[in-house]
């Protein structure tokens, strides 16, 4: 029964899902195709068994994108079936932004198998290179077609992910050539499926788990350039760890924070706990109006440098100790280069520290001088906000910034896209992303695949609110195309400021208007209501925040993905943000 090469094809397609679901994998993207349909008509049965969850995408590249999104919402693994030739291509974008952002993603993509290979073949390519600079792993079956493949083969394949996954978290790439037959009888399904759920499903596999073990003459190196009786600050950047680490994470920053009484900049997508001791507001801004007068003596920086440009002029300038904490991230960190990495994450260094520390400085220290002045400086610069910034005003991008996790409820998450919109929130939201789960893409910074990693994101979390321009959204306008996309309770807060406004900050003094629209906005003509219409998604357009607040509190009732335009004047909105930040710069 198992002898014939359909039969075989089913079978191991059958036990290579019915190991990945093992570790971890729960939701899969499929998209189309027909090289790839053992693996199609394998997932479906195991979804029939309620092992894994199938949704579907024609567009491979939203399909990564979306996947990532369940990732990193989840926590677990997720994957991607494609068929070969172009459709693996496609893949690349999100696979650059799960490697950057250390995210665990597997993209399953059927090929032909080697006799096809090199000699013309219909769709047939060299796709076991295409994500190969950007994968922690590429991995095959039997280049010969997977039913040549044993069965101890694909167990191996799968303990190898397990492992690579563990230690450093990142997208696999397992590339599955796959002979002719692609297709089954119902017969022969029907038999397959029953040696599969008699033996296959009952057999207990072993994955040994992996422990990561720090350097502890690395510890004590970093350890020794410390003073903790001295002033310092602790930089949180965007956190790169899994999302079920977050509580371990913050419980460590806590500790930490108890330790040496420093003050906290946290990043709006840091993960850090909305009640840590020592939180200054608005710290981007203070560090813009002290400039160089900040005086302490060392840094801790845990993950990667924010997108602020006064936080990296503070990083150059500063002349003491750099401390840079990496969760599970083993490649260098630090642009400025002035920094000690160490590897082994939050939760190791303080566990270290602790045994090398007398019980009396492991006791909760007062805030420092340093401290209080910040926080002091913070608070000012709040006052001033809410002087300037009220929910009658004209709404201008960075009033979204301040207001909307006011508006937005408080427990709801929150997705900020990669251009205008997070560097926004980093100086004007006030630490208002700290009471939810706040999502941003930080590791390749593009503004690929927005409107699909919302969707994903809000599989797993939500409402979901997602914050992003309108280039963000139409670049990833085939979002709308994974399945049952309109059914995800999902708000998009569309800023519709007519093309890239951020290119308008950056070379607005030195190009001719023309030049400018052409080279960088980009300013497309859309209908924006047939567009939603098309799409069947809900669509409204607010002109002023209590309108907005009354949206938000529609989106949410209805629990289906809906639009919420708001459309921003450039003009106005450069002229406003320069005058507030002139009176707290000068204040």
């Known amino acids: 029964m198992t002898s014939s090469i359909e039969c075989k094809n089913f079978l191991r397609s059958l036990q290579l899902l019915n190991l990945l679901i093992k570790i971890g994998v729960q939701n899969l993207i499929l998209c189309p195709g027909s090289r790839s349909a053992p693996l199609a008509i394998a997932a479906a049965e195991l979804?029939?068994?309620?092992?894994?969850?199938?949704?579907?995408?024609?567009?491979?590249?939203?399909?990564?994108?979306?996947?990532?999104?369940?990732?990193a919402a989840s926590g677990?693994?997720?994957?991607?079936?494609?068929?070969?030739?172009?459709?693996?291509?496609?893949?690349?974008?999100?696979?650059?932004?799960?490697?950057?952002?250390?995210?665990?993603?597997?993209?399953?993509?059927?090929?032909?198998?080697?006799?096809?290979k090199d000699c013309g073949a219909n769709q047939?390519?060299?796709?076991?290179?295409?994500?190969y600079s950007v994968c922690r792993r590429v991995l095959s079956t039997n280049l010969n077609g997977l039913h040549e493949t044993q069965e101890n083969e694909i167990l191996n394949l799968v303990r190898i992910t397990k492992k690579q996954i563990s230690t450093f978290p990142g997208p696999i790439h397992l590339n599955i050539p796959i002979e002719k037959p692609l297709d089954i009888s119902f017969l022969n399904k029907k038999n397959v499926l029953e040696v599969f759920e008699r033996i296959d499903l009952k057999k207990k596999y072993f994955f040994q788990e992996v422990e990561i073990h720090s350097d502890k003459n690395k510890f004590l190196k970093i350890f020794n350039s410390l003073n903790l009786d001295k002033s310092g600050i602790i930089i949180v950047g965007p956190y790169q760890g899994s999302i079920n680490d977050l509580p371990s994470f913050n419980k460590s920053l806590k500790k930490l924070q108890e330790i040496t009484g420093w003050p906290v900049f946290a990043d709006p997508v840091s993960g850090v706990s909305s009640d840590l001791r020592g939180l200054?507001?608005?710290?981007?801004?203070?560090?813009?109006?002290?400039?160089?007068?900040?005086?302490?003596?060392?840094?801790?920086?845990?993950?990667?440098?924010?997108?602020?440009?006064?936080?990296?002029?503070?990083?150059i300038t500063f002349e003491g100790i750099q401390i840079l904490i990496k969760e599970k991230n083993y490649r260098k960190l630090d642009p400025i280069k002035k920094s000690f990495e160490y590897d082994f994450g939050l939760s190791n260094f303080i566990t270290l520290l602790s045994?090398?520390?007398?019980?009396?400085?492991?006791?909760?220290?007062?805030?420092?001088?340093?401290?209080?002045?910040?926080?002091?400086?913070?608070?000012?610069?709040?006052e001033i906000f809410k002087e300037q910034i009220t929910d009658d005003n004209q709404i201008t991008e960075y009033k979204l910034a301040n207001l909307v996790p006011k508006l937005w409820p408080a427990e709801n998450p929150i997705m900020l896209s990669a251009s205008s919109p997070i560097r926004d929130w980093l100086t004007f939201s006030e630490n208002g992303t700290l009471t939810r789960n706040c999502f941003s893409f930080r590791g390749a910074s593009g503004i690929d695949g927005t409107l699909s990693l919302a969707l994903g994101i809000s599989r797993i979390k939500n409402p979901l609110l997602l914050v992003t321009g309108d280039l963000s959204f139409v670049h990833d306008i085939n979002g709308w195309l994974i399945e049952k996309a309109i059914d995800m309770n999902l708000t998009i807060l569309l800023i519709n400021n007519n093309g890239g406004n951020i290119f308008n900050r950056m070379y607005k003094k030195n190009l001719k208007e023309d030049e400018l629209k052409k080279l960088f906005l980009m300013p497309k003509?859309?209908?924006?209501?047939?567009?939603?219409?098309?799409?069947?998604?809900?669509?409204?357009?607010v002109s002023n925040f209590k309108k907005l607040r009354e949206a938000f509190d529609w989106s949410i009732s209805i629990q289906k993905s809906v639009i919420i335009k708001v459309d921003i004047d450039p003009e106005n909105e450069m002229f406003e943000k320069n005058v507030l930040l002139e009176k707290i710069i000068g204040s």
């Not at 799960?98 to 080697?114: E, H, M, N, V």
């Not at 400039?291 to 003596?297: E, G, R, S, T, V």
């Open 280 to 315: 200054v507001v608005n710290w981007e801004l203070v560090l813009r109006k002290n400039k160089n007068l900040i005086n302490c003596q060392q840094l801790l920086r845990l993950g990667p440098i924010s997108s602020s440009i006064d936080l990296e002029k503070f990083l």
């Open 124 to 131: 047939t390519v060299n796709q076991e290179d295409f994500l």
């Open 76 to 116: 677990n693994l997720s994957l991607v079936i494609t068929t070969s030739g172009t459709a693996v291509s496609n893949l690349l974008p999100s696979a650059v932004e799960a490697d950057r952002s250390c995210k665990g993603i597997i993209f399953l993509t059927a090929d032909r198998p080697l006799r096809l």
């Open 355 to 382: 045994e090398e520390l007398s019980t009396n400085e492991k006791n909760k220290n007062s805030l420092t001088p340093l401290a209080i002045d910040l926080i002091e400086q913070g608070e000012q610069i709040k």
């Open 47 to 71: 979804n029939k068994l309620g092992m894994v969850n199938i949704f579907n995408s024609i567009d491979e590249r939203s399909a990564g994108f979306h996947s990532l999104g369940i990732s």
């Open 525 to 541: 003509e859309i209908n924006w209501p047939k567009l939603a219409e098309g799409y069947q998604v809900n669509l409204k357009s």
